[in-house]
T-cell receptor, first 115, second 112 residues
């Protein structure tokens, strides 16, 4: 286990379709984050989990978005009824929260294109 | 609402020159991170700054944090082409208990 893994790496979908992305964090990490990054911008926070509990959701996360981390390990991010504005890079990150500070390690991302 | 501003947003440098990237943030925080992103790639952690006056160096890059001024700097010494990338600063509002707020990034291009 060398890092955060995301699948698929690229996804092209038609507007109105549903898509699901998967993130496998670093195995011992208890915190998992989802971010969205559009061209020329920094990552924007969407949501995060501490183990299996979803502790915070951004206002960016509309009702069409849902994230799960059922067993506190991998996570999925689903977008229903995709819109062209959903086109972006979706980044997953994980960290170990406990004693001291730990930076978040990012996966390679899933690039979504809605046509 | 926390705002994180980086400047410059674009930086073209010649090899061998020095330059500084600035990261200002609007709300009190004592944790700041610097990441590097190559085109089409994910973010690579460079530095974690945890207190006022913290300074960290790795190779040609040095980062510092002034929490009173709400300012972090990333200094590049004797730039080389391999440093060409986009650099992001990110602020942690809640001491590791929440999410990071990122700046827009500084796109650095080092030319021979």
């Amino acid at each position: 286990d060398t890092g955060v893994s995301q699948n698929p790496r690229h996804k092209i979908t038609k507007r109105g379709q549903n898509v699901t992305f998967r993130c496998d964090p670093i195995s011992e990490h208890n915190r998992l984050y989802w971010y969205r990054q559009t061209l020329g911008q920094g990552p924007e926070f969407l949501t995060y989990f501490q183990n299996e509990a979803q502790l915070e959701k951004s206002r960016l996360l509309s009702d069409r978005f849902s994230a799960e981390r059922p067993k506190g390990s991998f996570s999925t991010l689903e977008i229903q009824r995709t819109e062209q504005g959903d086109s972006a890079m979706y980044l997953c990150a994980s960290s170990l929260v406990g004693t001291g500070a730990r930076e978040a390690f990012f996966g390679q991302g899933t690039r979504l294109t809605v046509v | 609402e926390l705002k994180v501003e980086q400047n410059p947003l674009f930086l073209s440098m010649q090899e061998g020159k020095n330059y500084t990237i600035y990261c200002n943030y609007s709300t009190t925080s004592d944790r700041l991170y610097w990441y590097r992103q190559d085109p089409g790639k994910s973010l690579e952690s460079l530095f974690v700054l945890l207190s006022n006056g913290a300074v960290k160096q790795e190779g040609r890059l040095m980062a510092s944090l002034d929490t009173k001024a709400r300012l972090s700097t990333l200094h590049i010494t004797a730039a080389v082409h391999d440093l060409s990338a986009t650099y992001f600063c990110a602020v942690d509002l809640r001491r590791g208990q929440g999410n990071l707020i990122f700046g827009k990034g500084t796109k650095l291009s080092v030319k021979p």
